[in-house]
């Protein structure tokens, strides 16, 4: 249902403090969950601090005879929770509201208080993959089988075709609702508001983009095989902003701090410590 590739092991050396450069700011990293699977599509409400995930379960990913078995998760105080009544494939957080959306095979839901999945719209629809901008009232849905591109308007209860993009397997928007997207493994683009044709980055290579997201700075961050990058929308010629030791496969921001996964780990990077 989704397209994921094997991730190689992570790194097992261990780091001196305040030993990773981010932008050429020190940043110390921690891990914050180990977990048998591969944590992917992260997202996390600064309200409460809960991070929320996707686990894939690597041993049905590569068996063809079965599958993909994936579950909705979000840490918690450092405890992993189950989203237990629903088949969750990602979440999107509305912070302005407080409000967490889960992603299904059977629709669009809403985390109510007691941390339960209920449903609120698209009916029949295998939604996988969701991305909520902080600026406005609509919601970005990817959805299966062709991995199309919607955009959902929350107050309307709306949902409208993106034209000019094909698919899409990962998906970021900025504050100038400048889309940014990879499709078939292959490159990464961006369509600018307004446009008819996408713009394709230089500089990244097929088959290497692995999860993307917008920082407190509006700036669009994509996490890639060799580490990341901040695309701009008025340079296809992307800026490295950090290497990394390991392949990952969600990031996601809380102001200044980071949260990068990779198979078996979530790490936090934080630079409060580091002067």
Not at 33 to 59: E, S, V, Y
Not at 94 to 120: P, Q, R
Not at 212 to 239: E, F
Request: glycine share 4%; proline share 4%.
């Amino acid at each position: 249902m989704l397209r994921y590739l094997l991730l190689f092991t992570i790194s097992t050396v261990t780091s001196e403090p305040c030993s990773f450069l981010y932008d050429g700011q020190r940043y110390d990293r921690t891990a914050i969950l180990t977990i048998k699977g591969l944590p992917t599509n992260l997202a996390i409400n600064p309200n409460n601090k809960d991070i929320f995930f996707t686990l894939i379960d690597l041993d049905s990913l590569h068996n063809d005879d079965e599958q993909t078995k994936m579950d909705q998760y979000f840490l918690r105080n450092g405890m992993p929770m189950k989203i237990d009544n629903v088949h969750g494939q990602a979440a999107a957080v509305d912070a302005k509201n407080n409000k967490v959306y889960i992603a299904s095979d059977d629709g669009l839901n809403v985390l109510n208080k007691t941390d339960k999945a209920h449903f609120l719209s698209l009916k029949d629809e295998d939604i996988v993959m969701l991305y909520k901008p902080e600026h406005n009232d609509e919601l970005y849905a990817v959805i299966y089988p062709d991995n199309e591109v919607y955009s959902i308007n929350l107050k309307k209860n709306e949902k409208k075709k993106i034209d000019n993009i094909p698919c899409a397997f990962i998906l970021a928007v900025d504050a100038n609702d400048n889309i940014y997207y990879e499709c078939n493994a292959k490159y990464v683009k961006v369509l600018l508001k307004d446009f008819q044709e996408p713009i394709e980055f230089a500089g990244i290579g097929r088959n290497t983009a692995r999860a993307m997201t917008v920082d407190g700075n509006n700036r669009v961050v994509l996490a890639s095989n060799d580490g990341l990058y901040h695309l701009k929308p008025d340079s296809m010629i992307p800026r490295k902003l950090m290497n990394l030791d390991y392949i990952p496969s969600g990031i996601t921001f809380d102001g200044d701090d980071m949260y990068l996964a990779s198979n078996g780990v979530i790490y936090k990077y934080s630079a409060d410590e580091c002067e």
